[in-house]
């Protein structure tokens, strides 16, 4: 199945993370089914369409009756052409209620932080190859069988190979390969240990060529980021410099190419005016909102959504060059991310949390902070 998420539920006031994925349910009254989204927790629980709650017990007495199917019903579907030797298979074995139920297990397992059944193996085909006694094989084969069998082909990430090396090494010596495969030998068991070995050496030289093409990338606990949420002063701006300031619809006057502008607001409205006279009205709008307002309705540059970008980055540089005291509070905020929000930006320029926004202003506040560090 493929799982989408992140996803959560709410219960006595905690997030419980969650995934989804597609089924087929039986309608109550039609003969027909249709899609419907299966959600599961980190805690166990399992609901359809959010409303009708289960645990895994549930869910299997739900396959069970039919009241949904991991594959729509076709009475007039061929029948399946019959299997090849399953040495000789090429794709994943049939997704069963069974193996499904497994693999739901392995999500709720994941969602909540615990080892699944493919991380199980892992560490048994690392405890093997660190001891390869009959005891320990026994053990990897327990642990292999564990996965859910329409999941084994990828438990090595090999398209070429797919589980072929571990169906190997989780068969003694003299049997057969998935009962129609090669006896298996010491020379195949060996083969199949020197490649995982190959495989560590191939994956530690990636990860020291990734640390080195990534040498420069930030290390350590991220700080939190800064909100600069919009707030109304009926009473004027506080008289003690804060975050407020770092928004646009604050007041710092500065010159920006020959012009003036009360706000980053003002110069990015006007700035954005075809007419020369549309661009004067909106600098002397009494505040902000006003100008904002203006602008909105005035006709913009034919140029406006290529170059809004630039021209948003320049009246920042303006504004804090101009004023050194906010430049001092930018720098303050550190290494911060930082998340512009409010209600009259647009979301291309304003962050939205889960459902979305650019945050260009957040991000461009953050590279004119980097330029102001270097100086």
């Known amino acids: 199945m493929t799982w989408h998420g992140p996803t959560f539920r709410i219960s006595d006031g905690e997030n419980i993370d969650g995934a989804w994925c597609l089924?087929?349910?039986?309608?109550?009254?039609?003969?027909e089914q249709y899609p419907e989204h299966l959600f599961v927790y980190a805690d166990g629980r399992i609901s359809l369409d959010r409303f009708e709650a289960t645990d895994l017990a549930g869910l299997g007495r739900w396959l069970a009756s039919g009241k949904i199917a991991l594959h729509r019903d076709r009475p007039d579907a061929p029948d399946p052409s019959p299997?090849?030797?399953?040495?000789?298979?090429?794709?994943?074995?049939?997704?069963?209620?069974?193996t499904f139920l497994a693999e739901v297990a392995?999500?709720?397992?994941?969602?909540?932080?615990?080892?699944?059944?493919?991380?199980?193996?892992?560490?048994?085909?690392r405890a093997y190859r660190a001891e390869p006694t009959e005891g320990r094989r026994a053990a990897l084969r327990d642990a292999y069988l564990a996965v859910p069998a329409h999941l084994r082909v990828f438990m090595l990430g090999d398209m070429d190979?797919?589980?072929?090396?571990?169906?190997?090494?989780?068969?003694?010596?003299?049997?057969?390969?998935?009962?129609?495969?090669?006896?298996?030998?010491e020379r195949m068991h060996q083969d199949s240990l020197d490649y995982f070995a190959r495989t560590d050496t191939a994956v530690a030289a990636a990860r020291e060529r990734e640390a080195v093409l990534h040498a420069d990338d930030p290390t350590g606990t991220p700080q939190p980021p800064v909100v600069l949420t919009q707030t109304m002063y009926p009473g004027g701006w506080p008289d003690r410099l804060g975050d407020f300031a770092l928004r646009n619809d604050y007041e710092a006057p500065f010159s920006h190419r020959g012009e003036t502008y009360p706000t980053v607001v003002h110069g990015y409205w006007a700035l954005s005016a075809a007419d020369r006279a549309d661009h004067d009205l909106i600098r002397a709008a009494a505040t902000?909102?006003?100008?904002?307002?203006?602008?909105?309705?005035?006709?913009?540059?034919?140029?406006?959504?290529?170059?809004?970008?630039?021209?948003?980055?320049?009246?920042?540089?303006?504004?804090?060059?101009?004023?050194?005291?906010?430049?001092?509070?930018l720098l303050g905020t550190g290494q911060a991310g930082i998340l512009y929000t409010g209600f009259h930006d647009s979301p291309y320029w304003r962050d939205e949390g889960p459902r979305g926004g650019r945050n260009w202003t957040g991000r461009l506040l953050e590279l004119i902070r980097s330029e102001l560090a270097v100086r």
């Open 83 to 98: 299997a090849p030797p399953k040495w000789e298979q090429r794709y994943p074995e049939p997704c069963t209620d069974e």
């Open 106 to 125: 392995d999500e709720i397992a994941r969602l909540a932080g615990r080892p699944r059944a493919a991380d199980r193996c892992w560490d048994a085909i």
């Open 161 to 185: 190979l797919q589980d072929r090396p571990l169906r190997i090494l989780v068969t003694a010596l003299g049997e057969r390969v998935d009962g129609d495969g090669p006896e298996v030998t």
């Open 23 to 31: 089924v087929w349910r039986k309608h109550d009254w039609l003969d």
């Open 288 to 329: 902000a909102d006003e100008a904002r307002e203006l602008g909105g309705r005035a006709v913009r540059r034919a140029d406006w959504p290529a170059v809004r970008l630039a021209v948003m980055a320049g009246l920042l540089r303006a504004k804090f060059d101009q004023h050194p005291e906010l430049a001092e509070l």
